[in-house]
């Protein structure tokens, strides 16, 4: 069965200051790793897809990284606006579904 | 560039009643549709996924016949909750994908309350 866990639950941290947010995955394929941003009361934000292990793509203070085995969401010298709640999803191959971990949520202190 | 709507944002209706929501993608073709239910502080829970011109493929537990979906466009899909009770009042979120990218693009969602 896939798997997909994200840690920490929560993370507070002070403006500016640089942390990772992780996604480990179980699955017996991989066709894609996506990284979503929800706002409370709002839908999922795409932020990136991720195909193969190495890969990295950035936006902004935002930066994602994949292995085998596990995502990385690096965010640097984080602002208030940056508070949110992270998702991660997975899918296979040969398969439309997206499997989600339950998010980390981020709060940025000014 | 792929944003999608949903229509509406807040609702709330008595128990019996039937609402709809709607689904649209504003500027891409949506070959599929998925539709998820959020509960306070979890994830998303995938209720079906509709492809355009086909019948919906509903997760295991979720009643077809409460949840009736019907993809009739590109741009179109509807989510309508029959007969709602208290225990469906849930946030329920669309996405949709376009032909050839794997990538989902989310509506804001909306908030049903069954009282």
């Known amino acids: 069965e896939d798997q997909v866990t994200q840690s920490p639950e929560a993370l507070r941290l002070q403006e500016g200051e640089s942390s990772s947010l992780n996604c480990s995955y179980t699955?017996?394929?991989?066709?894609?790793l996506f990284w979503y941003r929800q706002d409370p009361g709002k839908g999922p934000e795409f932020l990136f897809t991720?195909?193969?292990a190495g890969e990295e793509k950035e936006k902004e203070r935002l930066k994602a990284t994949l292995t085998k085995k596990e995502s990385f969401l690096h965010i640097t010298a984080p602002k208030p606006e940056d508070s949110a709640t992270y998702l991660c999803?997975?899918?296979?191959?040969?398969?439309?579904?997206?499997?989600f971990g339950t998010g980390t949520r981020l709060t940025i202190i000014p | 560039g792929a944003v999608v709507s949903q229509h509406p944002s807040r609702v709330i209706c008595k128990s019996g009643t039937s609402v709809k929501i709607e689904c649209r993608s504003l500027?891409?073709?949506?070959?599929?549709m998925f539709w998820y239910r959020q509960f306070p502080k979890q994830s998303l829970m995938l209720m079906a996924t509709?492809?355009?011109?086909?019948?919906?493929?509903?997760e295991q537990g979720v009643e077809k016949d409460k949840f009736l979906i019907n993809h009739a466009s590109l741009t179109l899909s509807t989510l309508t909750v029959t007969s709602a009770h208290p225990e469906d009042s849930s946030f329920y979120i669309c996405?949709?994908?376009?032909?050839?990218?794997?990538?989902?693009?989310f509506g804001p969602g909306t908030r049903l309350t069954v009282t």
């Open positions: 996405s949709a994908r376009a032909g050839a990218r794997y990538e989902q693009y």
């Open positions: 699955v017996s394929g991989l066709r894609g």
């Open positions: 991720l195909y193969s």
């Open positions: 999803a997975v899918q296979e191959p040969g398969n439309e579904k997206l499997t």
């Open positions: 500027d891409f073709q949506a070959t599929t």
């Open positions: 509709s492809n355009e011109g086909s019948k919906a493929t509903y």
